[in-house]
């Protein structure tokens, strides 16, 4: 599956951003989908992760309350609506697709995801 993450930018702090990733996977319902972040000099981490019904979400605890993760399995896109942003979400945001057997699995590290977008960056000032 080809991915495809947009809606990086600039903003200040106290914005908003709703970064979109697009999969040509036409069995895209059956992918778990995650967002990590990596900021310059440090490892990828994990932002948000949902399973293939949309039914089951995950956040890291340093999103919690301003980042909102969906999907919208007809169009085989996956959202993720930034509120609140802070200096420290400043980051490339990668979009993550791995299949799955049930809604239960639903990934939150990046070496269980064996498909990535490409990036897109996210600059917040202050």
């Known amino acids: 599956v080809q991915l495809q993450a947009s809606g990086g930018g600039l903003v200040q702090a106290g914005g908003s951003l709703r970064l979109s990733c697009a999969a040509s996977?036409?069995?895209?319902?059956?992918?778990?989908m995650g967002w990590f972040r990596q900021a310059p000099g440090a490892e990828r981490e994990f932002v948000s992760s949902?399973?293939?019904?949309?039914?089951?979400?995950f956040y890291a605890d340093s999103v919690k309350g301003r980042f909102t993760i969906s999907r919208d399995n007809a169009k085989n896109t996956v959202y993720l609506q930034m509120n609140s942003l802070k200096p420290e979400d400043t980051a490339i945001y990668y979009c993550?697709?791995?299949?799955?057997?049930?809604?239960?699995?639903?990934?939150?590290?990046?070496?269980?995801?064996?498909?990535w977008g490409q990036g897109t960056l996210v600059t917040v000032s202050s």
């Open positions: 993550a697709a791995e299949p799955v057997l049930t809604q239960r699995e639903v990934p939150t590290v990046p070496g269980e995801y064996d498909y």
């Open positions: 996977e036409r069995t895209f319902i059956k992918y778990a």
């Open positions: 949902i399973s293939w019904s949309g039914g089951n979400t």
